[in-house]
């Protein structure tokens, strides 16, 4: 999962298999999760979003778990592909002032072994 | 799709310099964000802006600052670049609260003091 430190966690997985990828929120109030995905030199992309009035949101291949009692999020990727190594952040959305702003965590590498 | 565009992709620049970092955004985006982000830390605000000629502070404001003069474009100054400013910078945008909060990436600019 997802923590502050120096080193960005790994998780490796072997192709075929499903992902899980972990993170913990610090707001009680989020009211918006995201997740992005970023490869190699890009900048980050949407993949999935969910709202604090639900528990699970299904994409294509992905699914998204909230669980607010613990403050928890997960990313699930089904059938796991090697296009799908890259890091992937969390982010938690609180409203101030006139807009919107996202606090991002430290992202988890993904390597998908052949 | 919503392009945002920065204007370069890598830049060496050297210790006492004035740096001048450009996002472009083509989607009438109300919004725009400056991240920097390093190995480890994840994405870290350094400032925003919610409308034209509005800026406000991140949580990593310091020896930076910005200029929104037009709604499409939001600069990110550095003024007078150190070489713990050596990051990969990115910038996003994104539309007012009602509808979706995800953000959209520019691609980066990574920038190397010496």
């Known amino acids: 999962g997802e923590s502050v430190g120096l080193h960005l966690p790994t998780l490796s997985v072997q192709e075929g298999d499903n992902s899980i990828i972990n993170c913990a929120y610090s707001?009680?109030?989020?009211?918006?999760f995201i997740w992005y995905k970023q490869e190699s030199g890009k900048g980050p992309q949407f993949i999935i979003d969910i709202r604090s009035n639900m528990d699970k949101r299904q994409g294509q291949r992905v699914t998204v778990l909230l669980n607010k009692t613990v403050k928890h999020l997960s990313l699930q990727i089904a059938a796991t592909q090697p296009g799908d190594s890259a890091v992937y952040f969390c982010a938690e959305n609180s409203l101030t002032g006139g807009g919107n702003k996202l606090t991002f965590g430290t992202g988890t590498q993904l390597k998908v072994e052949l | 799709d919503v392009k945002v565009t920065q204007s370069s992709r890598y830049l060496v620049k050297r210790t006492g310099e004035k740096v001048f970092l450009e996002c472009v955004q083509d989607?009438?985006?109300?919004?725009m964000f400056w991240y920097r982000q390093d190995p480890g830390l994840g994405l870290r605000l350094i400032y925003f802006?919610?409308?034209?000629?509005?800026?406000e502070k991140g949580d990593i404001p310091e020896g930076y600052s910005v200029s929104r003069e037009k709604k499409e474009r939001f600069s990110l100054i550095l003024e007078s670049a150190s070489t713990n400013q050596t990051s990969m910078y990115l910038c996003a945008s994104s539309s007012p609260p009602v509808g979706n909060y995800g953000y959209t990436f520019g691609s980066g600019t990574r920038l190397t003091v010496v």
């Open positions: 989607m009438d985006h109300e919004n």
């Open positions: 707001n009680s109030a989020s009211d918006y």
């Open positions: 802006s919610y409308d034209v000629k509005m800026k």
